[in-house]
C-alpha cells in the first residue's frame, strides 16, 4: 500500500521530491526495491506530522512541506495540487488540509470519519469525531460540514516550529493531530475537493478500501 502512495505522490507535476518517513525496516526495503527515497526515523516520535518534520529539517530549501500518510492509497495528483493552492495563488497559512462535502446520511455519526467546520474564509474552526456542527432546528443544509482528509501541507518554517510544540487537551481528547495547532493559535486552511478517497485504519477500512479499488476500476 504504501507503494501505492508513494508513486501517486511522485506523478504530481508540482512536486519536487517525494521521500517515505518510517521508523519501519520492511517498508524502507519496500520503497528502497522501486527506487523510492526513504528516510528512516525514530519509533518514539508521537505523530505523523513530527517524523515529517524530523525528516523536513535535512531539506532546507523546501518552502512547503506534505505530510501524505501511508494509510491514503487513493490520494490522486490532482488533490496534492489543490493542497497546495492557497501558496501558489500568494496566502500562507502556517497549514492547509484538504476536506470535501460530508455525506450527512452515513457519515454524520460516524466517529471514523472526522468531520471540519470552517470560518467563512475557508480557515479551519474545529476538527471532531463527534457529529458537528448540532443542528438546532433540525435543517442539516444551514450550515456547511465537512469530511476531513487526512493529507496536511506546511509552511516549512512553521513546521519546525510545530514539532516543538507541546501537545495539547483537544489533540489527546480527539486523536488527532492538527488540533496542536489550532489550540496553539495557529491557522489551518481547509481546501476543498470533490473527489473520494478511503483511508486504511483497520479491517473494516480495508474491506472499505477494496469494494473502492473495485469501483474506480469499473467506472
Known sequence: MVQWVYENASRCS???KVVVATDSEEIAAVIKAC???VEMTSADLQTGSDRVATVAEKYPDMD???NLQGDEPFIKPKMLEQLVAPYLAGDKP???TLARKLDLETEYSDPRIVKAITA???DALYFSRSPIPYFKSGDKASAPTYHHIGLYAFR???LMIYRNLSQTPLEKAESLEQLRALEHGY???VCLTEEKTVEVNDEKDLVAAQSFKFSLHSD
Open 14 to 16: 508540482i512536486i519536487t
Open 35 to 37: 527506487d523510492g527515497n
Open 64 to 66: 512547503i512541506v506534505i
Open 94 to 96: 502556517e497549514m492547509a
Open 120 to 122: 467563512l474564509n475557508g
Open 156 to 158: 516549512r518554517d512553521f
Open 187 to 189: 491557522r489551518i486552511r
